[in-house]
């Protein structure tokens, strides 16, 4: 019996070549494919991460994802492009990263400033330290390879939220700025001191 499709060969083991041959050359081409089939065979014992083109990379020390919120507010927006920011805290002496960053500093009104770190040949914004969060490094939650498994436990300022955003009821949620001991309850973080 001949196969529908003329393209596709009769022998099945032709198919399954063909395919492994394709899958090899999509690997070997794709930096970006690479780093995700990578992804999905390791064990996450150290999340890793980083930008679009892979020159800056990070990796956390921990035994699993750390958990994430969404901020709304208007800076966020603007930062991200898009209706929110998603984040990870990790501590700072849990975080390494390789590669070159571009940085830019932005004071807030708050008299606290933030560091922006992004990789300086795609332009992605990979992470951040502020000073109102010492020791604590901020991780854009899309960088991570595994970003897919990531948990959202909050949203904040989501009196700044995108009109016809619809959020999960089930997920705490904050007008405004969320409690500091709660956010960090709900990430997991002992409070910074």
Not at 13 to 30: G, H, I, L, M, V
Not at 43 to 68: F, H, I, S
Not at 135 to 145: C, P, Q, S, Y
Request: proline share 6%; net charge neutral; aromatic share 10%.
């Amino acid at each position: 019996m001949e196969p529908l499709d003329k393209s596709q060969p009769a022998d099945p083991s032709e198919t399954d070549a063909r395919s492994d041959r394709n899958f090899r050359y999509q690997f070997a081409a794709n930096p970006l494919f690479k780093r995700q089939v990578e992804a999905w065979g390791n064990d996450v014992k150290k999340p890793k991460g980083g930008c679009r083109c892979g020159q800056l990379r990070y990796e956390v020390e921990a035994d699993k994802l750390p958990k994430t919120y969404a901020c709304h507010c208007l800076d966020c927006q603007t930062w991200s492009g898009s209706a929110f920011s998603q984040n990870a805290l990790v501590k700072t002496n849990a975080f390494a990263a390789t590669g070159e960053t571009a940085r830019f500093e932005l004071a807030g009104g708050s008299g606290f400033v933030s560091y922006q770190s992004a990789c300086p040949k795609c332009f992605t914004r990979v992470f951040n330290t502020n000073s109102a969060r010492p020791g604590l490094v901020g991780i854009r939650a899309g960088t991570f390879d595994e970003s897919n498994k990531l948990e959202l436990v909050a949203h904040i300022w989501t009196n700044r939220s995108q009109r016809g955003l619809r959020l999960d009821p089930e997920t705490s949620c904050w007008q405004e700025g969320a409690p500091a001991e709660v956010l960090f309850s709900l990430l997991d973080l002992p409070m910074p001191s």
